[in-house]
């Protein structure tokens, strides 16, 4: 099969065909209609202009500029005038284990882990490429789409290593806008990540994860910010919203479970917290990227 590896149920694009990355080239016209995916995308833009629509807010949008979104973040296009992009789109699942390396990295870890959940870009980084390391990216991402073709069993290696290879390109051309990468993270901050992740629904304090890392609580702050541009509640929250809304696209429990399943057993707190970072009520966005 060499068509695209997406489906979709309304307004949520998903994968199938047990695929997990793919890479392929669209042109808009008008309006693209706003919609979620449960996948990690970058939109290289090589032609064209138009507006791109999200919970970080509108921009407008001209070759060289890159869109990262990660799993759960809503989009769409508007006032699309031949607007040309490269669609690089890989399973959040990817992410946590064959390139969990990429957390390590100080380019890699910024691009994909904290850079868009930093500060109040909401899941969305952006950047621009010059023609150089634009034409570097597209090549990677030229060479991933031939993969399409092949029996992914015997080329998982190969997707693997383009995207990878796609991903490092674009990290170093996008470094100058990177702040705050230069430098690895902290192992401390690695393993307060790790430790809030794996579970998402206990009553984390500041005062216990930094006991768990026997740091003093203000110094483990101080780290977690140089390296994520926030504290480490607050990247807790921005991961537990995430968890939430996968489970508002991909489930059907009643929403004041997810809240508790996330950690925010008050309902109150919860419906603030989401609507804060997706700029809708988990009620909303769960009417308005799923169907029956």
């Known amino acids: 099969m060499t068509g695209p590896p997406?489906?979709?149920?309304?307004?949520?694009?998903?994968?199938?065909?047990?695929?997990?990355a793919y890479s392929?080239?669209?042109?808009?016209?008008?309006a693209h209609a706003v919609h979620t995916h449960s996948f990690f995308e970058v939109a290289v833009?090589?032609?064209?202009?138009?507006?791109?629509?999200?919970?970080?807010?509108?921009?407008?949008?001209c070759p060289g500029d890159v869109l990262l979104l990660r799993p759960g973040v809503w989009h769409g296009y508007d006032?699309?005038?031949?607007?040309?992009?490269?669609?690089?789109?890989?399973?959040?699942?990817?992410?946590?284990?064959?390139?969990?390396?990429?957390?390590?990295?100080?380019?890699?870890?910024?691009?994909?882990?904290?850079?868009?959940?930093?500060?109040r870009r909401r899941g969305v980084l952006t950047g621009h490429l010059d023609e150089i390391p634009m034409e570097e990216c597209i090549s990677q991402l030229e060479h991933l789409e031939d993969l399409r073709a092949r029996p992914l069993d015997l080329h998982r290696?190969?997707?693997?290593?383009?995207?990878?290879?796609?991903?490092s390109c674009l990290a170093r051309a996008l470094a100058g806008e990177l702040a705050g990468s230069t430098r690895p993270a902290h192992p401390a901050v690695l393993t307060a990540m790790r430790l809030m992740e794996s579970d998402?629904?206990?009553?984390?304090?500041?005062?216990?994860?930094?006991?768990?890392?026997?740091?003093?609580?203000g110094y483990l702050v101080r780290l977690f910010k140089s390296s994520t541009g926030l504290p480490p509640m607050a990247y807790l929250s921005r991961h537990r919203v995430e968890l939430a809304a996968d489970r508002l696209l991909h489930t059907d429990e009643p929403i004041n479970r997810i809240g508790e399943a996330v950690g925010w057993p008050d309902q109150n707190y919860f419906a603030r917290r989401f609507k804060s970072h997706y700029g809708l009520s988990a009620t909303t966005y769960r009417a308005r990227f799923t169907r029956a």
Do not use: M
């Open 157 to 167: 290696g190969d997707v693997i290593g383009r995207l990878s290879l796609f991903l």
């Open 24 to 30: 392929g080239h669209y042109v808009h016209e008008g």
């Open 45 to 61: 833009v090589t032609g064209g202009t138009g507006l791109h629509h999200s919970p970080a807010g509108y921009q407008q949008l």
């Open 6 to 20: 997406i489906e979709n149920a309304g307004t949520l694009l998903y994968f199938v065909d047990g695929a997990y």
């Open 200 to 217: 998402p629904a206990h009553h984390w304090t500041l005062t216990e994860l930094a006991a768990e890392l026997h740091l003093v609580p």
């Open 79 to 119: 006032k699309c005038e031949g607007l040309d992009l490269f669609n690089c789109i890989f399973s959040a699942d990817l992410l946590q284990h064959e390139l969990a390396w990429t957390r390590e990295d100080a380019l890699l870890g910024y691009l994909l882990w904290t850079g868009p959940n930093s500060a």
